[in-house]
């Protein structure tokens, strides 16, 4: 119940998945995961890592380097695999918009400034924002289009 209580990115729901995945991985109950039961886990899903693998992904989740992985330690990590899929998500969502606006996929290409003032003005209907201002301030090389760098720290600015 403690663990639950703290401040957590992690849903109660998503707590209570992970308890039950932890669980499953204890094998003999005693409220850790050693190195046997990772490899157990590992062979259950189909992979059979090396014993340096093991010792490397233990190393990286033991905090207290007990030499096992407790349920905080193990719902530590939950919480950041979590971070890094939402961090990849908004990357994504990045890059589309860009493709979607007429940059290329791979990041490469720019936007018109033209065509982004008439996207935030007519498709947004921010008619009161000073997009212009906005635009230039981010067009660093001021070369009038906006390439990827600049349309992702468009994309984070918050006014």
Same mark, same amino acid.
């Given at each position: 119940r403690k663990v639950a209580k703290r401040m957590s990115s992690l849903s109660q729901k998503e707590i209570l998945l992970c308890k039950q995945a932890f669980d499953k991985f204890d094998k003999d109950g005693n409220k850790t995961i050693d190195l046997w039961e990772l490899r157990s886990l590992f062979q259950e899903m189909g992979h059979n890592p090396t014993e340096e693998e093991l010792f490397q992904m233990l190393s990286e989740m033991d905090e207290n380097n007990s030499g096992s992985v407790d349920f905080r330690e193990f719902l530590h990590l939950m919480e950041k695999q979590k971070a890094a899929s939402n961090k990849d998500d908004e990357e994504a969502d990045t890059v589309d918009a860009f493709v979607a606006m007429g940059g290329n996929v791979d990041k490469t290409g720019v936007i018109s400034t033209e065509k982004l003032r008439k996207?935030?003005? +007519?498709?947004? =209907?921010?008619?009161?924002?000073?997009?212009?201002?906005?635009?230039?301030?981010?067009?660093? +090389?001021?070369? =009038?289009?906006?390439?990827?760098?600049e349309f992702r720290s468009m994309l984070a600015t918050r006014h």
């Open positions: 996207t935030i003005l +007519d498709e947004f =209907g921010l008619t009161t924002f000073p997009v212009l201002e906005f635009i230039v301030e981010h067009d660093r +090389d001021g070369n =009038g289009c906006i390439d990827y760098e």
